[in-house]
């Protein structure tokens, strides 16, 4: 269906947009601009929202506000924020009287010219897509190819570009499970980065999690899937996907992977090589890579393999020599009396943890805690004990994660500084010159920080206060 077909559809009925979030009031502006009647209901008050009430109001948007914002939910197309469940009630009866309830990114996938390729994940997610992109750039760019579009749980929302977008463009799109919860559409190529417990505090359990994966492949338009050979349970979910399933391994040579459909990723000889059908192609050498820890070689791998024919291995190259990651993931924030200081704020869950501390080397005084999302924390216990010299407990989980470590076989120094003011001025006395500091938290952020961007930024501000 065409964009002027689409939006035809949509200005024959009235459309509900559900959540005034980061994704949904732009998508209220692009049907505003295309002529179709918006009520938005929001469970803040009118007082909360503020001057986003008073604009959307002026713009002619109908307001439904507060405690009861589901109620009389009558209209013929319901667009769900990320953060609703699909199965809350009034959007199931809804659904069962007629209405379409679809999202924002679905109704991107209906209309974008572009091709889009989809990352999904519990860890990796962003520096995938991010990489992704910067090697299509720099492929495109030498090429005189389409433009490329990074957006979706990165950035900003790419809906309101649609119109701009081109067929010969490519857009990259992370998407969180929230958003893929009832996704009907499927990008072009897609990965699933890896699959571990996260987000439990919003799913039911970690099946309804891994199922909400793979609706990124398993519906029409998807033609690749990318995943990892190493993540039994991202390898299980693949076994679903019609599509060709290019497999990835960084400890283990093509020739040791698993039976599959596409290509084989994988270290030979100090290169990350491309294997197919027996012939091998070396792409980019291991030394040129920039970023820290073999969770980054596995993210290469993925952007490598999600590119594969669109662009040159020297593209591939060209952005190995120069990115240096994206930030709250392992920043060097500075090295002050000896001790530096990384920023992982990005790091919700333990297998994050887990894979910062393989990054670092030495064993590093770490900061964690925060916003609970019902995650075994076991897993990180193991991780703490093997690999930091300290660890700095605060936040909402603070408590839960000092169980797990007492549990856990070994000696490890434990504080608990509930603020997290207080919790790096912490970090900083434990640390002695040559050490490092990682904030590194396990957990999400929501617990004293609107995001982890937010938490990030205290750390770094923190971390710059103190005196050379």
């Known amino acids: 269906m065409t964009i002027s077909e689409w939006i035809a559809r949509l200005r024959a009925r009235p459309c509900a947009v559900v959540g005034l979030g980061v994704s949904n009031l732009p998508l209220i502006d692009f049907l505003l601009a295309h002529g179709v009647r918006v009520c938005a209901r929001d469970r803040k008050s009118r007082e909360a929202l503020g001057e986003t009430a008073t604009r959307l109001e002026a713009a002619g948007v109908a307001l439904r506000l507060g405690e009861d914002y589901l109620g009389e939910l009558n209209e013929p197309v319901i667009f769900r924020s990320p953060g609703l469940r699909p199965d809350t009630p009034e ?51 030498a090429a ?13 929302p790419l809906l309101p570009h649609t119109e701009s977008m081109r067929p010969g463009d490519v857009a990259v799109v992370e998407l969180s499970s929230f958003q893929l919860m009832d996704l009907r559409r499927s990008p072009a190529r897609a990965a699933v980065t890896n699959l571990s417990p996260n987000h439990l505090d919003w799913h039911r359990d970690m099946e309804e999690y891994a199922q909400a994966k793979a609706n990124i492949f398993r519906h029409p338009g998807n033609r690749m899937l990318v995943t ?31 039976p599959h459909t596409g290509d084989s990723v994988f270290l030979r000889d100090g290169w990350i090589a491309v294997s197919q059908g027996g012939e091998e192609q070396r792409v980019l050498a291991v030394s040129d890579i920039l970023l820290p820890g073999r969770h980054n070689l596995e993210n290469y791998m993925t ?89 700095v407990l605060t936040g ?33 006395k434990l640390a002695l010159p040559g050490d490092a500091v990682l904030l590194s938290p396990a957990c999400a952020s929501f617990d004293a920080f609107r995001n982890f961007e937010e938490r990030g930024e205290c750390f770094r501000r923190i971390v710059q206060s103190f005196p050379d």
């Open 91 to 141: 959007l199931a009866r809804a659904r069962a009287g007629g209405a379409v309830v679809l999202s924002e990114m679905e109704l991107f996938l209906e209309l974008t010219p572009a091709t889009v390729i989809g990352v999904t994940g519990s860890d990796g997610k962003t520096t995938t897509s991010t990489l992704t992109a910067h090697i299509l750039e720099a492929g495109y760019a």
């Open 144 to 156: 005189g190819g389409g433009r490329v579009w990074l957006g979706g749980n990165i950035g900003e």
């Open 228 to 258: 990892n050979a190493e993540n039994p349970a991202a390898l299980e979910l693949a076994a679903g996907c019609a599509a060709p399933v290019t497999l990835f391994s960084s400890l283990r040579p093509g020739e040791a992977l698993p």
């Open 303 to 391: 952007a490598i393999a999600l590119t594969r024919g669109l662009v040159s291995p020297e593209a591939v190259r060209q952005v190995a020599r120069s990115f240096r990651g994206v930030p709250h993931r392992l920043e060097r924030v500075r090295t002050v009396r000896g001790v530096t200081y990384y920023n992982s704020s990005i790091d919700s869950s333990p297998s994050r943890t887990a894979a910062a501390l393989s990054a670092l080397p030495g064993r590093p005084v770490v900061i964690c805690g925060g916003y609970d999302k019902h995650l075994p924390f076991a897993p990180l216990a193991k991780a703490l004990k093997a690999r930091a010299k300290a660890v």
């Open 396 to 428: 909402a989980t603070r408590e839960r994660i000092r169980e797990a470590l007492e549990a856990e076989p070994g000696e490890l120094p434990v504080w608990t500084e509930p603020a997290f003011a207080d919790a790096v001025e912490r970090a900083r």
